[in-house]
Structure formats: C-alpha cells, structure tokens
C-alpha cells in the first residue's frame, strides 16, 4: 500500500505523526507499505539563510500568544512517541526547501524514511540548523548517502523547481495543515491521528481497493 506523507520539516507534529504512522503500520504487518515522503513548506517566505527563531515566532504569533504553553502540549505528546523535544536548543528557523530536496535524493538509495527521521531528530531533539548544507550533508552521509556529493547538489538549484511545483499542487489539493497522510491514493488523513484510528483508516483503503 502506498502511503504519501505529506510533512513539513520544522513541523513537531510532523515528527509524532511519522512515529504514530509506524506504529499504525507495525499494526499490520501482512502488508506491505511503500511510504512517500512529499513536501510542504509552511512559511516560504523564510529567506534562505534562515531566521533567528525566537524572532521569527514572535513576528508571526506574537510575544504573548501561549507559544510556551503550546510547546509544553507538543512535548508531552511527542514524549508517548520516544520523542524528546528540546524547543530552548533550537535557535535557528531555518528555511526548508534544502533539507525536501535531501529527502527528495534519498528516495533513490531507499533512504528516506531515515532521513527524515533524522531531520526531524536534528531539529526539534538536538537543536540543528537544518537549513545549513553541512548538517544536511552530514545526515546523508550517516544515512549511507554520499555526504560531500550531496553537498555540491544543494549548492546548486537542482530540483528546487519540482520540490516548489510538488509543494504547491499538495496546496492545490486543498491541503491546508500538516502532517496530512494519504493511504492508497484513497483516503486522507489530516493531523497526527493516533496509531490505532491510522490503522483503522488503513483498512478503509484496503476496503476501498477490494470493493472497485
């Protein structure tokens, strides 16, 4: 079954809905899941070399807007997924269309499921600037992709274009938030549903599928 997951990669729920997404599938282990890992940039107009996060987040929520509160909410989620957030290490908002062009690369060495949970890890667990090539080069080089070959891609413009045109059709298709999941080009999923409705929703599509 193919499963598109639709994320963001400076996006907390992001991170828990990929972590509930497998435990949805370990759910069902008599089939078999090809998950895709496709682009959606929640602020483009973040300039390339990133902004200073805690500027960034008063700019758009405002100084007094329970960013805390809402951070407290995100980590004791995360923390039923294995996940340790640490929002005070993250300094940097970083603009993300290099670290979707990496997740892009690692489709063709099977190594995108990893990436991405690196990234997600690199960010929102160890505070890194997931918009620097040299911390995105070092993900793909501990992910069995060729680091410094990588490097000299993101320091070109290949496939800004398709990560931009893939970005756009995912708001096209009327997704407006993210994580967003689509299970067998059948049913959608929006938000980090937990694992036991994701392996319901699992079924549905097998049903769907059978009943054509």
């Known amino acids: 079954m193919q499963i598109d997951f639709i994320s963001d990669t400076v996006c907390p729920w992001c991170f828990i809905g990929k972590r509930r997404l497998a435990k949805a599938m370990a759910m069902r282990p008599n089939i078999v899941f090809d998950v895709r890992h496709r682009p959606y940039r929640l602020d483009p107009t973040v300039p390339k070399g990133g902004m200073e996060r805690e500027a960034y987040m008063a700019a758009k929520f405002g100084k007094n807007a329970g960013v805390s509160e809402a951070q407290q909410m995100i980590a004791a989620e995360g923390a039923k997924e294995g996940i340790e957030f640490d929002f005070t290490a993250i300094k940097k908002r970083p603009d993300t269309i290099d670290s979707h062009r990496l997740i892009r690369w690692a489709?063709?060495?099977?190594?995108?499921?990893?990436?991405?949970?690196?990234?997600?890890?690199?960010?929102?667990?160890?505070?890194?600037?997931?918009?620097?090539?040299?911390?995105?080069?070092?993900?793909?080089?501990?992910?069995?992709?060729?680091?410094?070959?990588?490097?000299?891609?993101?320091?070109?413009?290949?496939?800004?274009?398709?990560?931009?045109?893939?970005?756009?059709?995912?708001?096209?298709?009327g997704v407006t938030g993210v994580p967003a999941m689509i299970f067998a080009?059948?049913?959608?999923?929006?938000?980090?549903?937990?694992?036991?409705?994701?392996?319901?929703?699992?079924?549905?599509?097998?049903?769907?599928?059978?009943?054509?």
């Open 107 to 173: 489709a063709v060495t099977g190594a995108q499921d990893e990436v991405v949970e690196r990234l997600f890890a690199a960010y929102f667990q160890n505070g890194e600037d997931i918009g620097d090539i040299r911390v995105l080069a070092g993900i793909a080089d501990v992910s069995g992709m060729d680091g410094a070959q990588v490097a000299d891609m993101l320091e070109s413009d290949q496939d800004v274009g398709l990560v931009e045109r893939e970005d756009k059709l995912a708001h096209e298709m």
């Open 185 to 212: 080009n059948k049913v959608a999923v929006s938000g980090a549903r937990e694992p036991e409705v994701l392996a319901m929703v699992i079924d549905k599509a097998l049903e769907m599928g059978e009943a054509r």
